[in-house]
Nanobody, 127 residues
Framework: QLQLVESGGGLVQPGGSLRLSCAASGFTLDYYSIGWFRQAPGKEREGVSCQSVSVGDTYHSNSVKGRFTISRDSAKNTVYLQMNDLKPEDTGVYYC????????????????????WGQGTQVIVSS
């Protein structure tokens, strides 16, 4: 059974850093496009960072570009989201997702493109 489990969320002050992890089981992440999405209260879920099967094809939304980095560790079958210089507007529930599509993530980093989802981890950026 394909499963994704996020961890690493929490409360952090503005300007701080967090690293989110997403452990996969039941499938090998190397063969899947991966993504991190977030949903703030009262807002729609949005794509933050995505990476296709080709790790050189990586997308970051304009709001996080230069601050967030998506990566994967094949040996641990885990995806990470390193978040630096966090801002209050980064607050939300963060979800990881995976799908077997091979198209570029430049246009596919949207919730509807991903089939498998984790349960989410809460990130709160506040002083």
């Amino acid at each position: 059974q394909l499963q994704l489990v996020e961890s690493g969320g929490g409360l952090v002050q503005p300007g701080g850093s967090l690293r989110l992890s997403c452990a996969a089981s039941g499938f090998t992440l190397d063969y899947y496009s991966i993504g991190w999405f977030r949903q703030a209260p009262g807002k729609e879920r949005e794509g933050v960072s995505c990476q296709s099967v080709s790790v050189g094809d990586t997308y970051h939304s304009n709001s996080v570009k230069g601050r967030f980095t998506i990566s994967r560790d094949s040996a641990k079958n885990t995806v990470y989201l390193q978040m630096n210089d966090l801002k209050p507007e980064d607050t939300g529930v963060y979800y990881c997702a995976a799908d077997s599509f091979t198209a570029t993530v430049q246009t596919m980093c949207v919730p509807g493109a991903f089939l498998s989802w984790g349960q989410g981890t809460q990130v709160i950026v506040s002083s």
